[in-house]
């Protein structure tokens, strides 16, 4: 069965850095768009990055954008989000996902993914 397991979060001072990490299992990894969304205490789950199986076509919302990078090693079934001079308006919890779509382009939706995480906490403090 497929699992996305994320890790990485916690609490961290405005401007500071994070990078979160996601392990997938079951999955052909290399084959999947792998995307990034966050969801904040009563707001919806939002897109935060999305990276192509192809590892070439990247997209980023504009709130994260220059700021953070979304990056995969498909050697270890694994798609990271290095998060950089974070804002108390990053805190969220940020799940990955992962999508079998076969597009060449970047899925910004959450309806393009069939897998979640179970999301990890990022708390920034001002």
């Known amino acids: 069965q497929v699992q996305l397991v994320e890790s990485g979060g916690g609490l961290v001072q405005a401007g500071g850095s994070l990078r979160l990490s996601c392990e997938a299992s079951?999955?052909?990894?290399?084959?999947?768009?792998m995307g990034w969304f966050r969801q904040a205490p009563g707001k919806e789950r939002e897109f935060v990055a999305t990276?192509?199986?192809?590892?070439?076509?990247?997209y980023y919302s504009d709130s994260v954008k220059g700021r953070f990078t979304i990056s995969r090693d498909n050697g270890k079934n694994t798609v990271y989000l290095q998060m950089n001079s974070l804002k108390p308006e990053d805190m969220a919890v940020y799940y990955c996902a992962a999508s079998s779509r076969k597009t060449l382009g970047t899925i910004v939706t959450m309806s393009g993914y069939d897998y979640w995480g179970q999301g990890t906490q990022v708390t920034v403090s001002s």
């Open positions: 079951g999955l052909t990894f290399s084959s999947y768009h």
């Open positions: 990276l192509s199986w192809s590892g070439l076509s990247t």
